[in-house]
């Protein structure tokens, strides 16, 4: 009887034991389970304040360069209100001054001129020649950044014989793709070497 007894003591300490162990590890793991769960909520919640300082960073830098933009475009628009009121300025000048000029269209198939001509009172009858260029034969006309406008022309007239130095030339355009681009008339001088000159902008009552 006393072996049976301690037999059952044994038993019933082992269980204990046991449980007591078991109550002990499912504590362990429940106290890991804890320490993750906190550990994934403080890399999430840095996770998510790196992103906020990107987004504000990203927000601070698209302001920026709006900012610069809208500056730039401020600045281009007051640069080129200047230019025209330049432009109109000297226009002005050129059309007081050349006032008594005779003007001379030289017409292309009855529907639009190929230029218009301005010659002193004194050339009147001077002969000039107004000749279409193939596009092919205006080699190093433009550069990678510029448009063609209008078609090239080859224009002759004897300046010596007349006396006349030199003559106006204006030069039907179409509207260009871009409105930040300067209209240029381009010579072709002996040597080959397109040259830019100083142009304005007029306007003939029989041509609108």
Same mark, same amino acid.
């Given at each position: 009887?006393?072996?049976?007894?301690?037999?059952?003591?044994?038993?019933?300490?082992?269980?204990?034991?046991?449980?007591?162990?078991?109550?002990?590890?499912?504590?362990?793991e429940q106290q890991?389970?804890?320490?993750?769960?906190?550990q994934e909520q403080?890399?999430?919640?840095?996770?998510?304040?790196?992103?906020?300082?990107?987004?504000?960073?990203?927000?601070?830098?698209?302001?920026?360069?709006?900012? /610069?933009?809208?500056?730039?475009? /401020?600045?281009?628009?007051?640069?080129? /209100?200047?230019?025209?009121?330049?432009?109109?300025?000297?226009?002005?000048?050129?059309?007081?001054?050349?006032?008594?000029?005779?003007?001379?269209?030289?017409?292309?198939?009855?529907?639009?001129?190929?230029?218009?001509?301005?010659?002193?009172?004194?050339?009147?009858?001077?002969?000039?020649?107004?000749?279409?260029?193939?596009?092919?034969?205006?080699?190093?006309?433009?550069?990678? /950044?510029?448009?063609?406008?209008?078609?090239?022309?080859?224009?002759?007239?004897?300046?010596?014989?007349?006396?006349?130095?030199?003559?106006?030339?204006?030069?039907?355009?179409?509207?260009?793709?871009?409105?930040?681009?300067?209209?240029?008339?381009?010579?072709?001088?002996?040597?080959?070497?397109?040259?830019?000159?100083?142009?304005?902008?007029?306007?003939?009552?029989?041509?609108?």
């Amino acid at each position: 009887a006393a072996a049976v007894q301690l037999q059952q003591e044994s038993r019933m300490v082992l269980t204990k034991a046991t449980e007591m162990a078991k109550r002990a590890n499912d504590e362990l793991e429940q106290q890991t389970l804890e320490l993750k769960a906190q550990q994934e909520q403080i890399e999430r919640n840095r996770t998510a304040e790196n992103e906020r300082h990107v987004r504000l960073e990203e927000e601070r830098q698209r302001l920026k360069e709006l900012q /610069q933009k809208q500056l730039e475009q /401020q600045q281009q628009q007051q640069q080129q /209100q200047q230019e025209r009121l330049l432009a109109m300025a000297k226009s002005q000048a050129h059309e007081d001054e050349f006032a008594n000029w005779l003007v001379r269209d030289f017409m292309n198939d009855n529907h639009y001129p190929a230029c218009i001509v301005r010659t002193s009172p004194d050339a009147v009858s001077m002969p000039i020649n107004v000749n279409y260029l193939i596009v092919t034969e205006t080699e190093n006309l433009l550069d990678s /950044q510029e448009e063609l406008i209008s078609t090239p022309l080859n224009i002759k007239f004897d300046f010596i014989t007349n006396r006349q130095q030199f003559i106006l030339v204006a030069i039907p355009y179409i509207v260009k793709r871009s409105s930040h681009r300067e209209n240029v008339i381009k010579v072709r001088q002996s040597n080959g070497v397109w040259m830019s000159m100083e142009t304005n902008e007029p306007t003939f009552d029989s041509h609108k």
